[in-house]
Nanobody, 115 residues
Framework: QVQLVESGGGLVQSGGSLRLSCAAS????????MGWYRQAPGKQRELVAR???????NYTDSVKGRFTISRDNAKNTVYLQMNSLKPDDTAVYYC?????????WGQGTQVTVSS
């Protein structure tokens, strides 16, 4: 079992920045592929960014050039730096850990971007 705890969400004006953090409970954090997903009201949950155990990253097109995912294996933590935020980025952001056929979710953190 992996427990994931997100933090760093909040209310920010359009054009502003936030950094989300996700702390994992397991010391073998380094083997997991970590991802950030988001779900806006009335919409399906979508992948925002993902980083593999080897550090390879991928992003959904709408956040490329604005968001950066990174990980600190020594701290069992993954980050999502969000810059140039837009009202369309408003959503609950979820951290995800995956290994083989197993995956776990955090409880989510709200990000609200005002225009």
């Amino acid at each position: 079992q992996v427990q994931l705890v997100e933090s760093g969400g909040g209310l920010v004006q359009s054009g502003g920045s936030l950094r989300l953090s996700c702390a994992a409970s397991r010391r073998i954090f380094s083997i997991y592929t970590m991802g950030w997903y988001r779900q806006a009201p009335g919409k399906q949950r979508e992948l925002v960014a993902r980083i593999t155990s080897g550090g390879r990253t991928n992003y959904t097109d709408s956040v490329k050039g604005r968001f950066t995912i990174s990980r600190d294996n020594a701290k069992n933590t993954v980050y999502l730096q969000m810059n140039s935020l837009k009202p369309d980025d408003t959503a609950v952001y979820y951290c995800n850990a995956a290994f083989s056929e197993y995956y776990w979710w955090g409880q989510g953190t709200q990000v609200t971007v005002s225009s």
